[in-house]
């Protein structure tokens, strides 16, 4: 099972940003996808969940409004569109999908909210 994210980059504040999640070696169109952050310092925190219901998203209450979650089952890719970014925001994302026995995680992305 792999996960890659991409996307992550320097931005600045009110700007914007996707990261996408492109996973392998699993069945994707059968599991949620979750998004994670961590900031230098701070514990890892839950950003958002991406149900394999359609229309099933959920944000933490920071992110609601300004961060939007999606997947395409048939690329297997999981994506998170970040706007109205704020320096709070910058932190490594990382997306996470579980089966019935473990998690899976990516490498992370970096993600750099900064004027």
């Known amino acids: 099972v792999q996960l890659v994210e991409s996307g992550g980059g320097l931005v600045q504040p009110g700007g914007s940003l996707r990261l996408s999640c492109a996973v392998s070696?699993?069945?994707?169109?059968?599991?949620?996808m979750n998004w994670f952050r961590q900031a230098p310092g701070q514990e890892r925190e839950w950003v958002a969940l991406?149900?394999?219901?359609?229309?099933?998203?959920r944000y933490r209450d920071s992110v609601k409004g300004r961060f939007t979650g999606s997947r395409d089952d048939a690329k297997s890719t999981a994506y998170l569109q970040m706007d109205s970014l704020k320096p709070e925001d910058t932190a490594t994302y990382y997306c996470t999908i579980r089966d019935y026995s473990r998690a899976y995680w990516g490498q992370g992305t970096q993600v750099i909210v900064s004027s």
């Open positions: 991406i149900s394999n219901r359609p229309g099933d998203v």
């Open positions: 070696g699993f069945p994707f169109s059968s599991f949620a």
